[in-house]
């Protein structure tokens, strides 16, 4: 289920008719929000953190975590997060390739990667994901991040100073 919110809007109300109906559980459920935005003069998608829970619930904000469901088995996950200055370029990164550390990452089963935006602090970030083949070799896929103040609302409007 598809749905564009209008800037500003903190919270969606989903409807649990189609989760009820296909018996869905929390671990089958995903989510994700962005908009379009300029990083050092490229159009990207800037990923907003996103919790799912009860209406009035709370949650964990700053805590996060990206899942990534690999299409091989993989010896290693490393995630680095490096803020992005005002002019599109990285600054000295938060955390540095750091490994997961988890015995084995079998094809097709989903590795859940924490990102402590919290920790961060409010800011445009850069998620770096590489992984290591057993074969040898690896793969890196790069996720821009917006980590809106607490009192902001979702959107680019809401967000100062980004385009």
């Known amino acids: 289920m598809d749905t564009i919110r209008p800037p500003g809007a903190a919270s969606f109300d989903w409807s649990l008719e189609v989760v009820r109906a296909l018996q869905l ?3 089958d459920l995903a989510a994700t ?23 009035g619930s709370g949650g964990s904000p700053g805590r996060y975590e990206v899942v990534l469901e690999p299409g091989a088995e993989l010896t290693e996950v490393f995630s680095t997060l490096v803020p992005i200055q005002p002019d599109g370029t990285p600054g000295p990164p938060f955390s540095d390739g750091v490994a997961l550390g988890r015995p084995f990452y079998p094809a097709g ?36 991040l917006e980590c809106p103040a607490a009192d902001h609302g979702l959107g680019p409007e809401a967000l100062d100073g980004h385009e």
């Open 25 to 27: 559980r929390s671990d």
């Open 33 to 55: 929000a962005w908009w379009q935005g300029e990083i050092g003069g490229v159009s990207r998608p800037i990923h907003l953190p996103v919790t799912i829970g009860a209406a």
């Open 109 to 144: 089963v989903p590795v859940r990667i924490p990102v402590d935006l919290d920790a961060a602090g409010p800011g445009l970030y850069l998620l770096e994901i590489a992984a290591t083949l057993p074969g040898g070799g690896g793969a890196t896929t790069r996720i821009w």
